[in-house]
């Protein structure tokens, strides 16, 4: 098992935008060399600009993870331009909301081939490279949504749940290679994706049951990401992160009335 003191070279999925960014511009200014992946290129670039006028080094790859093809040709690039994998952050997902009983297939299938099967394929892939050099570390951006149930969130909440089985997964099969795999459930974080489904009636709400009572950012999460990725963690394996605010913990707060 081969133990590290450097950060590599990191592969981050959805990383345009949101905890994928954050966790980019973060794992850069460790040192990492840094291919930065997302479906739209331009959002890529962007986080790839930003990296390098800060003094660090970044590709930009467009990315479809649900698509096999192209991730062939991405991973192939990254490792060209900047070396073997050393760290992979699948932070590309997708959610869809719907009520159950009209919850559509296709809706179903959108939302699972991006957050579980193309997290498989993401992870398998380059899991192979890893595993052939004796190091690596896999880091999984699931959600709270994956430990509890929510309103709508039928193929969303179930593919986080799944990610969950697949951490777990990775981290018995490959720990012995030098590769951990784990990871981060996120509350609810202040993203594009999140303000877009939010309106500020509902972060009241939400922030009634958050004990820290502040919105959660993607550097919150950025900062897991990189502890993950450090050899700090070189024995945590398998594990589950929940960077929440302490919402799955809140649970008393929420009845009778009571106010803290």
Known sequence: MTQRTDYGTAFITGGGSGIGRASALRLAALGARVAVTDLRLEAAEDAAREITAQGGTAIALALDVAEAAALFDAVAEAENELGPIDILVNS?????????????????????????????????????????????????????????????????????????????QFALELGARGITTNA????????????????????????????TRRRGQPEDIAEAVAY???????????????????YMASGMTQTGNLQT
Request: aromatic share 6%.
């Open 228 to 246: 993950l990725a450090s050899p700090a963690a070189s024995y945590v394996n398998g594990e589950v992160l929940t960077v929440d605010g302490g």
């Open 184 to 211: 981060i459930a996120p509350g609810v974080i202040e993203t594009p994706m999140t303000m877009a489904a939010y309106s500020e009636e509902t972060w009241q709400r939400v922030l009634e049951m958050v004990p």
């Open 92 to 168: 590309a997902g997708l959610i869809l909301v719907e009520p159950l009983l009209d919850f559509a297939p296709e809706t179903w299938s959108k939302v699972i081939d991006v957050n579980v099967t193309g997290t498989f394929r993401v992870s398998q892939h380059i899991a192979r490279g890893m595993a052939a050099r004796g190091y690596g570390r896999i880091i999984n951006i699931a959600s709270i949504s994956g430990l509890r149930a929510g309103v709508g969130r039928t193929a969303y909440g179930t593919s986080k749940a799944a990610i969950l089985g697949l951490t777990r």
